[in-house]
């Protein structure tokens, strides 16, 4: 009798909150299209309604969500390589007027912020560019068996950063993308230099990690006053800005975001911190055979 009446009791009750309990699991691991049959006409079924129409909202606005993101990286891809060609011209121009001898005084002035707008258009532009492939899944590694410490001083020398000290190995050897190796490290320098303080320095070094193989472990590091622990979180976000009351950055923004999607494309990543002993750290960890 007693089994009887735990089996009535079981069935209505308990196996609609598992099922609920199961279509909510499966939601918060990203399945969207869960859903709950429903099954009479109780206080269990009202809730199964309500979980329903609820997920049903959820993967509606999340849909039209990714509809808008899809759209609106489509007009940044398609803006920017319909700013190329003539901005491919207007640099020929600057170019031609900041270095003409007949411009002085506030010419010659005005010659030199048009070159420097232009400029800094073009790095816009071509972070744009570089940002959709990613975005487009299109991004590709050439990999080759890579120097590190010629790596790294080309890098500097390619920029005339020359205050920048360095600490790499002669041995030390990775099989990476070349470019995009070049690309990870000069966003980071550049923006250490920007908005850190002197020394800025480069170190690299061969590790465990953490799955029996070894990574290479490259760390750029400034010894100003380092980074606001609210600002770390955002970083690497498009466009972000630490610095809320700075207009303008010589940057175009998405250099952080570029060099950790280049990092993640070898299989690595890059992460944000501050030194024990002052200054902003940032950590590139990529395997030795990407």
Not at 92 to 120: C, K, S, W, Y
Not at 140 to 164: F, K, M, P
Request: net charge neutral; hydrophobic share 40%.
């Amino acid at each position: 009798m007693i089994t009887t009446v735990a089996v009535a009791v079981y069935r209505p009750v308990v196996l609609p909150v598992r099922r609920l309990a199961r279509a909510a699991q499966r939601m918060s691991g990203g399945d969207l299209s869960a859903r709950v049959q429903l099954q009479g006409r109780d206080e269990l079924a009202q809730l199964v309604t309500t979980f329903n129409e609820m997920a049903s909202a959820l993967e509606n606005k999340v849909s039209e969500l990714e509809q808008m993101e899809a759209r609106a990286r489509k007009f940044a891809d398609d803006v920017s390589h319909e700013l190329r060609t003539p901005l491919t011209a207007m640099t020929a121009v600057a170019g031609i007027l900041h270095e003409h001898p007949g411009l002085t005084g506030d010419a010659a002035t005005a010659g030199r912020l048009v070159q420097q707008e232009v400029e800094h258009l073009n790095r816009l532009v071509e972070d744009l560019i570089e940002i959709s492939r990613f975005d487009a899944g299109t991004a590709q590694l050439v990999t080759d068996e890579t120097g590190i410490a010629s790596a790294v001083s080309q890098c500097l020398r390619a920029r005339g950063w020359s205050d920048v000290r360095t600490d790499v190995p002669a041995g030390v050897t990775a099989r990476l993308d070349r470019r995009r190796f070049d690309v990870i490290l000069a966003n980071l320098v550049g923006n250490a230099l920007r908005h850190g303080g002197p020394p800025v320095t480069v170190t690299a070094r061969i590790q465990a990690d953490g799955r029996g193989a070894g990574q290479l472990a490259l760390e750029v590091r400034d010894h100003g006053n380092g980074l606001p622990l609210t600002a770390i979180p955002h970083l690497f976000e498009r466009f972000y800005k630490a610095d809320t009351a700075r207009t303008r950055s010589e940057g175009s923004g998405l250099g952080l975001a570029i060099a950790r999607e280049n990092a993640r494309l070898h299989g690595g990543d890059i992460h944000a911190g501050n030194h024990p002993d002052g200054g902003a750290v940032f950590t590139v960890n990529l395997p030795l055979n990407a």
